[in-house]
């Protein structure tokens, strides 16, 4: 059968508001802006890897349960560090999960929506 999809492009997190969002992606996560329409209040941002991570405002109300939403996991080298650079920087972030394969923890945006950073032992 021949494929019809090839990877994942980008995953849409819903926010608030776009400009203090993209703000908070931009200095707590050190992503850059790819592209940005004002008009529909979307942001893309460069993850450092293949797929980006497009923040789209809502005027919604946005409710997020982390044991049932959907949430971006970041790739990352040192989740200790990682971890501390964030606590730094004022992020809420959860205690380190290891287990047999992966050391994790989860932390939130300004909406409160779930994120992961991930590191996979070697």
Not at 44 to 54: I, K
Not at 79 to 93: F, G, T
């Amino acid at each position: 059968m021949k494929r019809i999809l090839h990877g994942i492009d980008t995953v849409i997190v819903r926010v608030s508001d776009i400009k203090q969002s993209r703000q908070w992606y931009q200095e707590k996560l050190g992503l850059t802006s790819v592209w940005d329409d004002s008009d529909i209040k979307l942001a893309v941002l460069d993850t450092g890897g293949p797929t980006s991570l497009t923040l789209w405002q809502t005027d919604g109300k946005i409710e997020n349960n982390k044991d049932t939403v959907s949430y971006p996991i970041f790739k990352t080298f040192d989740v200790h560090s990682a971890r501390q650079e964030l606590l730094e920087k004022a992020v809420r972030v959860s205690e380190l999960i290891e287990d047999n394969a992966v050391k994790y923890f989860l932390f939130y945006d300004p909406d409160n929506n779930v994120l992961e950073a991930c590191q996979v032992h070697e």
